[in-house]
T-cell receptor, first 113, second 114 residues
């Protein structure tokens, strides 16, 4: 069984551009969460989706948006990129029911120049 | 909102010794506490977790303890091996039945010296 997969693995963008990151959860998982991990820090929560509905949002500006599709995959969009958006973006999936673990993808390393 | 603190930020131990990492959380509503291990350039991997209705959980060389009253939980690794070297993150969340939003600690870099 495949784990959580994210694409692309690496990305270089210019300030002001827009980026879309993609996540495919483990088969059967209905909950997807997105995290930003700046080098040397712990992951910071951005969004959580369950059954295609937003269930939580972290303290990030409106430039960040996300959605979940009927097949439970998810996209994270970031507009008007800033240098400070450079980070590892992690996706985690879980069944979403009480008491289940979350598993992370390998992440997308975004560099904004 | 929830805040998670983690200590120490770096920890060096000799191979075979034990390592202990401690975390505190602020929100008494949090009820799920996982520990993740992250090797350089790799994804965080769940190594053990504990729920608020349990005080201790063990899996081979790894154990986690939870003190709900004091709002702290700890990771214990015994008989450390060089492959245990990594960054360890604790996290807290409230499992509301549709998945979790984790608040992570800042991490502990563990080095196991041969």
């Amino acid at each position: 069984d495949a784990g959580v997969t994210q694409s692309p693995t690496h990305l270089i963008k210019t300030r002001g551009q827009q980026v879309t990151l993609r996540c495919s959860p483990i088969s059967g998982h209905k909950s997807v969460s997105w995290y930003q991990q700046v080098l040397g820090q712990g992951p910071q929560f951005i969004f959580q989706y369950y059954e295609k509905e937003e269930r939580g949002r972290g303290n990030f500006p409106d430039r960040f948006s996300a959605r979940q599709f009927p097949n439970y995959s998810s996209e994270l969009n970031v507009n008007a990129l800033l240098l400070g958006d450079s980070a590892l973006y992690l996706c985690a999936s879980s069944f979403g029911t009480a008491g289940t673990e979350a598993f992370f993808g390998q992440g997308t390393r975004l560099t904004v120049v | 909102g929830e805040n998670v603190e983690q200590h120490p930020s770096t920890l060096s131990v000799q191979e075979g010794d034990s390592a202990v990492i401690k975390c505190t959380y602020s929100d008494s509503a949090s009820n799920y506490f996982p520990w993740y291990k992250q090797e350089l350039g790799k994804r965080p991997q769940l190594i053990i977790d504990i729920r608020s209705n349990v005080g201790e959980k063990k899996d081979q060389r790894i154990a986690v303890t939870l003190n709900k009253t004091a709002k702290h939980f700890s990771l214990h690794i015994t008989e450390t091996q060089p492959e245990d070297s990594a960054v360890y993150f604790c996290a807290a969340s409230m499992d509301r039945g549709y998945g979790q939003n984790f608040v992570f600690g800042p991490g502990t870099r563990l080095s196991v010296l041969p």
